[in-house]
């Protein structure tokens, strides 16, 4: 018996480069990964994307007439636009029309939509985003929790994000045993806002709890958990991709500052593309919300299409690897 | 034709309301439902954010709605409800209009 393929609800409206690189991503997952697609988004706006109108092997569209836009307040929007693409895929895998759904627009709005759908897992107060860090050294990766989803949080909810960020890494990253560490500044137990300071005393009945960690042991694989709020993830988010940049920029200015650099350059340069491949966002692969009754997984704003292959292959692994389940079963243990 | 309202297993009373809501806030919140009372405040008795109210009228809109069609509950209105009472006056008071 074969095994039954799987449907990814792909929001075509959501993102900087939508619908186009979303359509585009979409399509090559259909055709890389084995997976089917359910192009949710206007059909105007989709149909002329197609090669062959909607008849697509894999690809089924779903007109959706609302678009919810990034500035939009998440909540709201996801309340009352129940026919934009994006409350419209949640509500697929809501019904078992889809078993996961990817989005790369507003990642607020997102995360209200599939609460609100999906509903959240019994245990769980808030949901929160994984977001992959790489490691440059090796191929490990580490995981930030949380990239932005919930701003203002409660000891007891970094408490519930340290445990949902370890069976995740568990189960997607392969790691036995996840070590989690506290995002602070200073590795004292005494650091930290209030807080840090609470929650670092819920975290010590965490199995793997290392302590405080600061921001320089992001990248490093200290620890293979860093939990954080949403506020502040996302802030060390967007500014590890804002040092990144100025890294490369600054790296790349050297080797075209002098004709004996850019000699050196033209053997360093390719090493150096490959070696950086590591942190393209594009690659990653999207950030997965833990908590709700589904797979969601959320891509960076300006995804492009490779971007888009890469999030439905993490929503891929989810449904193959039970996330969602597993995730229940290591909650209801405690 | 009237407007499709009020169609289906009869009126729905303050009651039945209270009892529908207390079911949903507390799955929600995780609670037992006794600590839910008419006069408990959202915020001060059940810790209860804008998020777990937003969760609240999607299920009351969804389990109500079933029984009485077109039942919608503005989101700006959330901000008003402080009180277990005030959210069954009304929601009572949409159901009846």
């Keep these: 018996m074969g095994t039954q393929r799987i449907t990814v609800a792909v929001d075509a409206m959501g ?8 359509v585009r991503g979409a399509l090559d997952a259909v055709s890389e990964l084995g997976v089917d697609v359910l192009l949710v988004g206007q059909e ?6 197609l090669p062959d109108g909607r008849r697509v092997p894999g690809v089924a569209l779903e007109h959706a007439g609302e678009v919810v836009g990034m500035d939009e307040d998440p909540a709201a929007a996801a309340r009352r636009k129940k026919d934009s693409s994006l409350v419209r895929c949640a509500q697929a895998v809501r019904e078992g029309r889809a078993q996961a759904m990817v989005g790369a627009g507003n990642t607020g709005a997102t995360m209200a939509a599939a609460l609100l759908r999906m509903g959240r897992v019994r245990g769980i107060s808030r949901p929160a985003i994984a977001v992959p860090i790489p490691v440059p050294a090796g191929t490990r990766h ?3 929790i949380d990239g932005g989803s919930t701003v203002d949080c409660t000891p007891e909810w970094l408490a519930q994000f340290a445990r949902m960020g370890r069976e995740y890494a568990r189960t997607r990253l392969a790691v036995d045993e996840p070590t989690v560490g506290l995002l602070s500044n200073g590795e004292e137990p005494g650091k930290g806002d209030e807080l840090r300071k609470r929650t670092f005393s819920l975290l010590e009945k965490v199995p793997g709890f290392n302590g405080n960690v600061e921001g320089r042991d992001l990248m490093h694989g200290t620890v293979d958990v860093v939990v954080t709020d949403g506020f502040t993830g996302n802030i060390v988010l967007k500014t590890l991709e804002g040092a990144l940049r100025a890294a490369v ?17 033209k053997v360093v340069a390719p090493l150096l593309l490959d070696a950086a491949a590591v942190f393209d966002p594009d690659l990653t692969g999207g950030a997965v919300l833990l908590g709700v009754d589904g797979v969601c997984v959320i891509s960076h704003g300006s995804s492009s299409a490779r971007a888009i292959v890469n999030a439905v292959r993490v929503a891929q692994e989810c449904v193959e690897t039970g996330v969602v389940g597993r995730l229940k079963e290591s909650i209801d243990a405690g | ?5 009020h169609v289906a297993q009869g009126p729905i009373g303050p009651d039945e309301v209270y009892r529908i809501l207390r079911e949903r806030l507390a799955e929600i919140l995780e609670i037992d439902e006794d600590r839910i009372k008419l006069e408990s405040s959202f915020t001060q008795d059940l810790d209860a954010d804008s998020l777990a109210l937003i969760e609240l009228v999607e299920a009351l809109e969804e389990e109500l709605g079933e029984r009485t069609v077109g039942l919608r509950i503005d989101a700006e209105d959330l901000g008003d409800l402080g009180t277990v009472q005030e959210a069954v006056d009304y929601v009572v008071a949409r159901l009846g209009s």
Excluded: C, H, R, Y
């Excluded at chain 1, 993102?15 to 979303?22: F, N, Q, V, Y």
């Excluded at chain 2, 034709?1 to 309202?5: G, L, Q, R, S």
């Design chain 1, 15 to 22: 993102g900087d480069k939508a619908p186009g690189e979303i």
């Design chain 1, 249 to 265: 920029e600054l790296v790349f200015g050297v080797l075209d500052s002098t004709p004996e650099a850019k000699e050196a350059g």
């Design chain 1, 142 to 144: 580490q995981l930030l």
């Design chain 2, 1 to 5: 034709m009237p407007a499709e309202t």
């Design chain 1, 44 to 49: 105007n706006a989709i149909e002329p994307l």
